[in-house]
């Protein structure tokens, strides 16, 4: 299963390296026999048997960056020690070319040398997989460390974030649990910070339509619920969220490269969130007072509902696929905050909210706040398809 690990993680667009301390002939049979060299790409050697200074690895490098780029880089542990103590970025720069690299008879500093000028030169993030007590070094200088139980004991395993019993179990840990992790997590805080945000937009804007005055719209429990038990549930469930089935990503290992592009975090979602609760918050404040009452009580119950609503189905157009727990999230909440409001009186008028035109005016604000966000989306998506859209199942 070696082989078709690393095909792979190479479709993904993972570049690979292999640090080991086998001598040069052993470690190009390796690389050749578990498919590190694809049928198309060449190998060239760089042996301290040719090259002996300095300056001999630095012309060969540069003949290296002027040859094909479908050569695999083998280098073996003198040229890689002249390579990192005299021009470490400019080995980084060519090597980072090559599809793969082969760093032969490597001590295990010089393994945790590789990792380091890696990570600086590239600006890349680094993952080192490891299983044997050699690799320990490498291991804690990777951005995340992955050792393998093998027959050289557990402590490779022992100083890494994550252990795998075999090499093959690589694909599913970075593919699908890896791509699921980053895109909840990415998620779930671009959420929690609009929650934050859009209660604070309410707020900035009742503040200068009632010529700012010192209070605050949502007081006390109403405060407390908004980021406990009416909101908490849904936002959290997102963390059970899969975009696509365990299947469809394996069949197409290329939506890894997705991730990279931004379309999930990055500073142009980020503020997406933002204007989004600017937009909301205004919609919810002065669809509120445009609908007002002659009671403030009354203004707070609707503003606070609509919010509240618009939260819930926040939530739920971000989910891609369902899951009875998010099911049961939506829909204790709202039985919950339904439950309460005749709880809290001192928030909410119960003669006033058991009217239909309460519910009405709570319906049409929520639906303005949330539907032409929608619409946006749906253009969007029309327009410019993430890679996935044409394999999500309908």
């Known amino acids: 299963d070696v082989p078709a690990t690393l095909e ?29 060299k694809a049928r198309q790409h060449s190998l060239t050697i760089l042996s301290s048997q040719s090259i002996r200074t ?29 390579a990192l103590q005299h021009f470490p970025h400019y080995f980084v720069r060519v090597a980072a070319q090559a599809p793969a690299v082969v760093c032969c008879r490597c001590s295990p500093t010089q393994k945790a040398d590789v990792v380091r000028f890696v990570k600086k030169f590239t600006g890349r993030r680094a993952c080192a997989v490891g299983d044997g007590g050699n690799d320990v070094s490498m291991i804690q200088a990777a951005d995340v460390g992955i050792g393998i139980v093998g027959k050289e004991g557990r402590q490779a395993s022992l100083a890494a974030d994550f252990s795998i019993t075999q090499f093959s179990h690589l694909r599913r840990l970075l593919l699908w649990h890896g791509r699921n992790a980053y895109q909840r997590s990415a998620k779930l805080a671009q959420f929690v910070i609009h929650r934050g945000l859009i209660i604070a937009f309410i707020q900035v804007i009742f503040s200068a339509i009632f010529y700012f005055i010192p209070l605050a719209i949502f007081q006390g ?34 939506l890894y490269q997705t991730l990279k592009n931004g379309r999930v975090l990055s500073v142009k979602t980020f503020f997406g969130w933002v204007w989004k609760s600017i937009y909301q918050a205004a919609v919810v404040m002065m669809g509120a007072v445009a609908l007002f009452e002659n009671s403030f009580t009354n203004v707070v119950s609707i503003t606070f509902t609509a919010l509240i609503l618009a939260e819930l189905l926040n939530v739920a157009s971000e989910i891609q696929t369902w899951h009875p727990l998010m099911i049961a999230s939506e829909i204790c909440t709202v039985v919950i905050y339904i439950f309460s409001m005749f709880i809290l009186r001192s928030y909410f008028d119960i003669t006033f909210i058991m009217t239909l035109t ?3 005016k709570v319906t049409a604000v929520t639906l303005v706040s949330w539907v032409p966000i929608q619409i946006f989306k749906a253009v969007k998506k029309t327009l410019q398809p993430p890679q996935h859209a044409k394999l999500a199942s309908p």
């Open 54 to 82: 300095p300056s001999q690895t630095q012309e060969a490098l540069e003949r290296f960056a002027m040859g094909p780029s479908e050569s695999v880089l083998v280098v073996d542990g003198r040229v890689l020690g002249a």
């Open 8 to 36: 792979a993680l190479r479709h993904a667009g993972v570049k690979v390296w292999m640090l080991t301390g086998d001598k040069v002939e052993t470690a190009t049979c390796i690389a050749v026999s578990a498919g590190l």
């Open 221 to 254: 429990w109403l405060q407390v619920g908004y980021a406990t038990y009416y909101t908490m549930a849904p936002v959290f469930s997102l963390v059970l969220d899969e975009e696509l089935p365990e299947d469809v990503v394996f069949m197409f290992p290329e």
């Open 358 to 360: 309460f519910w009405a």
